[in-house]
């Protein structure tokens, strides 16, 4: 049985760790970040929130999907991060 990870856990760990995975994403320098869900302790809301500090606001939904934009220094365009639903979201617990 998959056990569903508890939001308020998944943020702290977030706030602990937003500068290393902010150095780990700066490394990669992405393209597109994908992410699955929006809310409290989903991961889109918590590299927004915690994470990212060169971002925009969040977007009008395209089709359904919330995005918002990014910059990494040495990039000439900005990162979309979008969220998207998760695969198992239409599965049940």
Avoid at 12 to 37: H, M, N, S, V, W
Wanted: charged share 25%; with cysteine.
């Amino acid at each position: 049985m998959v056990q569903k990870p508890i939001d308020k856990e998944i943020t702290e760990y977030t706030k602990r760790d937003a500068d290393f995975i902010y150095k780990q994403l700066c490394l990669y320098k992405p393209d597109i970040i994908i992410c699955c869900g929006r809310g409290d302790g989903k991961n889109a809301d918590l590299l927004h929130e915690y994470v990212l500090p060169n971002k925009t606001m969040w977007q009008l939904p395209i089709e359904k999907y919330n995005y918002f934009y990014t910059h990494f220094e040495g990039k000439d365009r900005q990162t979309p991060v979008i969220s998207f639903n998760h695969p198992q979201l239409a599965q049940p617990w």
